[in-house]
């Protein structure tokens, strides 16, 4: 059996890695091609060394533009590539314009298209990002869902034949640089266990508007008179903040610049909770066992709103929130939201299934 991923930006890169380990134990051959749409190609990222991520077999070069030039232009250069390999599958991740433009040419090709992070839906549904989830879904032929929640979304939709419930790649990530996380921030900058709050915040609906951001900003001044709030600033961030004229209100938090995956993962592994716009941070909270509160009017997990783990809030009910957080106390970890761990294994499994 002949694979092809299609990658395009580094979350998709990064989860190929992850089943580039399991094609390789059950023989599978892959080809990688790379879209081009955000290439960093970091040989020093530790993502990089830990799985030892290989360069792609194809670059596409598509660069950047509109949202219609990018998908257009990755659709004639994936398209060359399907023509000339003939592949038995091809893979895409996620929910980027790479994702979409993957999924149409293979369709439209008539080879099988497999979806990893299948079914997750999320308001508004004129986001670029859920009108990919929702036509890729709707053109796959094998659909990996990484929560239960994802699989009654696609039911929901009428989609039922080949579906599967394989977890998260990026939880079984998370298990894999578990034993690598670092803690010394956290001595460097004086915190106690369970005694300071991870904070970040970047998303342009909180960012872009001075009146969303400054209410933010004032929200966690006050949340850091009577606690730490530790806040890994974005590039976004601090060039808002600076140009809105907010950094009075940062004063009271803890801004240090953006950190990598190991350390951010030991700073939240030892708060008390996390605040965040982040899709992927809601998700690692999680799997520290801390609860989050997500800063969003809606999010693509869910199921971690739904079991009363993390808590949805808004630009001036964020000390709300937390204090409600907070005053609930200690509830029920709710496991294996996102499986066990195995979810590459359950995904060569159903590619060597010949039902799809």
Not at 68 to 89: G, H, N, Q
Not at 97 to 120: F, Q, R
Not at 215 to 235: C, D, G, N, Q, Y
Request: with cysteine; glycine share 6%.
């Amino acid at each position: 059996m002949t694979v092809l991923s299609l990658v395009g930006a580094r979350p998709q890169i990064i989860k190929e890695a992850v089943l580039n380990k399991e094609f390789q134990k059950a023989g599978i051959k892959e080809i990688l091609v790379h879209s081009g749409q955000h290439y960093d190609y970091n040989m020093s990222d530790v993502f990089f060394k830990v799985l030892d991520i290989r360069q792609p077999d194809y670059n596409l070069n598509v660069g950047s533009g509109t949202h219609a030039e990018m998908t257009a232009r990755i659709m004639i250069e994936f398209e060359k590539v399907l023509v000339k390999e003939k592949p038995d599958i091809v893979l895409v991740y996620g929910d980027t314009n790479t994702t979409l433009a993957g999924s149409l040419v293979g369709a439209k090709l008539k080879i099988p298209v497999a979806h990893v992070e299948a079914g997750l839906r999320q308001k508004p549904k004129d986001m670029p990002e859920e009108i990919n989830r929702i036509v890729t879904d709707h053109v796959s032929s094998l659909l990996f869902c990484p929560s239960q929640l994802a699989v009654e979304n696609l039911k929901k939709e009428g989609i039922i034949q080949g579906v599967h419930f394989v977890g998260d790649v990026m939880y079984e990530l998370f298990l894999k640089m578990k034993p690598y996380f670092t803690y010394e921030l956290i001595e460097q900058l004086g915190l106690k266990e369970n005694s300071y709050i991870v904070c970040t915040i970047h998303r342009d609906f909180n960012t872009d508007v001075k009146e969303s951001l400054e209410t933010i900003f004032k929200e966690l001044s006050e949340i850091a008179r009577e606690m730490k709030v530790v806040f890994p600033i974005h590039p976004r961030t601090r060039k808002k903040i600076t140009e809105f004229g907010l950094y009075d209100y940062a004063r009271n938090l803890t801004l240090i610049d953006p950190v990598d995956y190991l350390a951010m993962m030991g700073l939240v592994e030892k708060s008390l909770c996390v605040i965040t716009d982040s899709g992927g941070l809601q998700k690692e909270a999680y799997w520290c066992e801390k609860r989050a509160i997500v800063v969003m009017p809606d999010t693509g997990w869910r199921e971690l709103i739904e079991c009363g783990w993390n808590r949805l809030t808004e630009p001036g009910k964020i000390r709300e929130t937390l204090n409600e957080l907070l005053k609930s106390g200690n509830i029920d970890y709710p496991r294996n939201v996102y499986g066990e761990g195995d979810s590459s294994q359950r995904i060569v499994k159903e590619l060597n299934n010949p039902c799809y």
